[in-house]
């Protein structure tokens, strides 16, 4: 061993009065050159972005977004397209093709015969104009009422009702003694997406399905005005809607097939075949159709048998809901057109300063199944409003640190095709770069504050929610009226499949954010979802529309300037370890152990305690001016915020659903709509409770492993250390 290098003592001196003034200088020096080179504070330009909101602006577009329907490929879809490319062309801003298998009518028909022997009664299946309608004209081009994607084919048979077509209606229906083999199933919208329903009838036996818009749900109850004088659905208002229960182009499951120029047809790609996405099972076996209020009373008249029980039965004034099968006898036509379509998706980037290689993304659909005021275009509105605001940002001096990349998607009703598509193309990008996607649907379909995050966001949310005004009550901000009641702000979860956040969450593993004003709408997807509605009903002033832009822009702008990334992952590992309780208590008294996967969220919590140590120790201080920060240990320490949400992902996906990824947040397999936290773990679940069987809850077990493996990647990754 060397003899240790033994060095004199450092010497004891202390520092002069011209060595501290020298220093002095240097840092006042420095400090005054930070500030020569940042004369207006990121903070202070956020400051600036809400004040210049305009709802004025926002009115104007959604006039001219809704003067007519506009169904994803149409003419009318195409000149939307036009108008948002134009709205952000000062960004600036292109466009992005893809040829997708789309659903349209092409004959349908409905009838009734009370009885067997009686004579049929045709349905027109049209939705009425209302008197002074100034939508009249452009009415006449919306799509005739119809489910994308429904099975082509003529049925006869006896009708069943079904409630709301749920998997626990057709069990009760089961227990009852209601056999539907052969039957026509009439349900209800209002629980579950229209997709399960017709798949539920169809693996209870029937040969066809009916859905209606109950009043009970929809109409306001005995006291409801419908449409224009009230906002209530009015009795001929149907509900059109996919019933394809995949994402993206159906022809391309898993990957993209972009346009080139000329290329309308999607050019040469690799495609399934019409009779192979049928065989897949994401699209229905048996053919349905959407009916009114007014319709569907008509036919529940005609059934008979058992009485349905009390929670089933409509509004006080209607038919009493019995169960059938028939008397009443439905006669259902309908012949579909899947055919490969165009669909556009617009973009504006506003590249970043200091790292161009991070993405903060927002997005909105544009395509509607008419006028498409609420769904989807109060969103394009909030975030053509929000643009704008940027632009003058932008003119001000402003740059963001990391790129700000605006989305207008298409064909999100057919099955959230356009972002899926755009997702699947550009996964590897995603996949390294995003920092977080923001979206919004419906901006406005009424008051109240709506929100859904992956929970890293929460606080996020929360802060920004302190800094807008409630645009229903101006003395207090948005968060004030959140907590008027006393309880704590809720953010719900992404792990449902309804809008266009589920390719980034559930595919990539993408952070992501989710808001609204207003929850639910009785006009949905429905002739009467216009300009004059919104005006009328859901914002008349327009303020929520310019909450809604303020709030969607001030979450990016923290996600897009902040130098550290505001994600905080404690509250994402307490939530986890609530699930798992919630979920353990499901299954006590069997064989199943969670102690692997509460094992691995403590691992998560200490880790992002850790982290959140790090992040305060570069955030130091003296005489209160921040210190600049070592430049690649920010960027190391945001990589490690940005990537841990991708370790909850699996490349195997859930058994059976293996585009969905996210092992944490993903659909119900009875529900697209609804949101499941440990989806595979749910779905084995629910297999094994079927079956009772030991190897159906060793398979519990495997998943509840293969969760806990992924929570602790999600600790590896925030750690930023090898095992």
């Known amino acids: 061993m060397r003899e240790p290098l033994l060095l004199p003592p450092p010497a004891t001196s202390k520092p002069t009065a011209m060595a501290i003034l020298a220093s002095l200088v240097v840092v006042v020096v420095a400090l005054l050159l930070h500030f020569a080179a940042s004369p207006i504070s990121k903070p202070t330009y956020h400051d600036l972005f809400l004040s210049l909101s305009d709802n004025s602006t926002a009115a104007r577009h959604l006039r001219a977004l809704t003067l007519r329907p506009h169904v994803a490929s149409s003419a009318a879809d195409a000149a939307v397209a036009a108008y948002v490319l134009s709205a952000l062309s000062a960004l600036p801003a292109h466009s992005a093709s893809y040829g997708v298998l789309l659903s349209f009518p092409v004959r349908r028909s409905l ?34 009422t119809f489910h994308a994607f429904a099975a082509s084919g003529a049925v006869a048979g006896p009708v069943a009702y079904a409630n709301y077509g749920r998997v626990e209606d057709f069990e009760a229906l089961v227990s009852l003694g209601v056999n539907l083999t052969g039957a026509v199933v009439l349900a209800r919208y209002g629980k579950i997406y229209r997709g399960d329903i017709v798949r539920n009838a169809q693996d209870a036996g029937a040969a066809a399905t009916v859905i209606y818009t109950d009043a009970k749900d929809y109409g306001g109850g005995a006291a409801g005005k419908p449409f224009p004088e009230g906002p209530w ?70 059934i008979g048998g058992r009485m349905a029980p009390d929670e089933w039965q409509g509004e ?24 490969i379509a165009t669909i556009q998706n617009v973009f504006a980037v506003i590249e970043g300063k200091e790292e161009p290689d991070r993405f903060v993304l927002l997005g ?15 969103g394009t509105a909030a975030l053509l409003e929000l643009a704008q605001r940027l632009w003058k940002l932008q003119k001000r001096g402003w740059t963001p640190r990391r790129t700000i990349v605006l989305c207008s998607w298409d064909a999100e009703e057919y099955g959230l095709i356009g972002s899926t598509e755009w997702v699947e193309e550009n996964r590897e990008m995603l996949s390294s770069r995003a920092v977080a996607y923001l979206n919004v649907d419906s901006a406005v379909a ?102 809604a832009a303020s709030i969607w822009g001030l979450v990016a702008l923290r996600l897009a300037d902040d130098e550290i990334l505001p994600f905080d992952y404690v509250s994402y590992a307490l939530e986890l370890q609530e699930s798992t309780r919630e979920i353990q208590h499901d299954v006590l008294g069997t064989p199943v152990s969670f102690s692997p996967l509460f094992k691995s969220i403590r691992e998560l919590k200490s880790a992002a305690t850790e982290i959140n140590a790090e992040k305060k120790a570069l955030e130091r201080e003296i005489w209160g001016i921040k210190l600049e920060k070592n430049p690649l240990k920010v960027r190391e320490l945001n ?61 519990v077990q495997h998943e509840v492993y ?11 990754v925030l750690k930023g250390k090898f095992t």
Request: glycine share 12%; hydrophobic share 35%.
């Open 364 to 378: 909105n659909h544009r395509d509607a199944w008419t006028f498409g005021a609420v769904d989807p275009n109060s």
């Open 111 to 144: 009838s009734l015969a009370p009885s067997p022997s009686a004579p049929a009664a045709p349905f027109d299946l049209v939705q009425e104009v209302y008197p002074g309608d100034p939508y009249a004209a452009a009415a006449a081009e919306a799509i005739p």
């Open 446 to 547: 009424g008051p109240g504050f709506y929100s859904y995050a992956t929970p890293q966001l929460d606080e996020l949310i929360i802060d920004a929610s302190k800094k807008v005004q409630d645009p229903d009550n101006s003395s207090q901000t948005l968060y004030e009226s959140w907590i008027g009641s006393g309880n704590s702000p809720t953010i719900g979860r992404l792990g449902g499949g309804g809008t266009d956040f589920a390719a980034f969450v559930q595919h990539v593993g993408v952070p992501s954010v989710d808001i609204a004003f207003g929850e639910g709408y009785p006009v949905y997807h429905s002739l009467y979802d216009d300009f004059m509605w919104m005006e009328k009903f859901g914002d008349p002033m327009f303020h929520r529309h310019v909450a």
């Open 233 to 302: 659905m009015p009795p001929s208002g149907v509900q059109i809607g996919s019933t394809y229960r995949g994402l993206g182009d159906p022809t391309t499951p898993g990957w993209a097939c972009a346009t080139g120029a000329g290329d309308g047809d999607g050019g040469e790609c690799e495609r399934w075949s019409v009779a192979e996405v049928a065989a897949s099972g994401l699209v229905p076996g048996i053919p349905s159709l959407p009916v009114s209020a007014r319709d569907g009373e008509a036919i529940h008249r005609t």
């Open 316 to 339: 006080e004034g209607s038919p009493v809901y019995r169960l059938g099968p028939g008397p009443g006898i439905l006669n259902l036509t309908y012949m579909g057109n899947e055919t």
């Open 639 to 699: 990589d490690r915020l940005m990537m841990a949400e991708r370790a909850f992902t699996d490349r195997e996906g859930l058994c059976g659903r293996q585009w969905y990824k996210h092992l944490i947040y993903g659909p119900s397999q009875h529900n697209d709509y609804g949101s499941k936290s440990f989806p595979g773990i749910d779905d084995a679940i629910d297999e094994a409770k079927k079956s009772n069987a030991s190897e159906s809850w060793r398979f």
């Open 706 to 716: 293969r969760v806990a493996r992924a929570v602790t990647r999600a600790s590896l």
